[in-house]
């Protein structure tokens, strides 16, 4: 069983810059591609950004493009997301999620093809 817990969240502003983390339990991190998702309230959970097994290939979505990346630490079992200009848009509770997937160099961008999620963290923007 593969547990993911994630953390790092907590209250912004606008023009700020936060690091998520989300460490994953287990001897096999590295046959896993990971995910971001978050999840405003009332909205669907959306796709936030990827990353292949072996960390070559990532993917984000277009509203984070240029101000989110993702990237892991496979010795550390451990994928990060790091935020950078926030915006209020960037509000609600982040998930990370991990799938086997097919390959080294693949990644998953539709939340239904993860297999695991972790129980999420809160970004919160300040008024």
């Known amino acids: 069983q593969v547990q993911l817990v994630e953390s790092g969240g907590g209250l912004v502003q606008a023009g700020d810059s936060l690091r998520l983390s989300c460490a994953v339990s287990?001897?096999?991190?590295?046959?896993?591609?990971m995910g971001w998702f978050r999840q405003a309230p009332g909205k669907e959970r959306a796709f936030v950004a990827a990353?292949?097994?072996?960390?070559?290939?990532?993917h984000s979505s277009d509203s984070v493009k240029g101000r989110f990346t993702i990237f892991r630490d496979n010795p550390k079992n451990t994928v990060y997301l790091q935020m950078n200009s926030m915006k209020p848009e960037d509000a609600g509770v982040y998930y990370c999620?991990?799938?086997?997937?097919?390959?080294?160099?693949?990644?998953?961008?539709?939340?239904?093809?993860?297999?695991?999620w972790g129980q999420g963290t809160q970004v919160t923007f300040s008024s």
């Open positions: 990353i292949s097994r072996s960390g070559d290939v990532a």
């Open positions: 999620a991990a799938v086997r997937g097919y390959g080294p160099s693949y990644y998953y961008t539709g939340p239904a093809e993860y297999d695991y």
């Open positions: 287990g001897r096999t991190f590295s046959s896993y591609a």
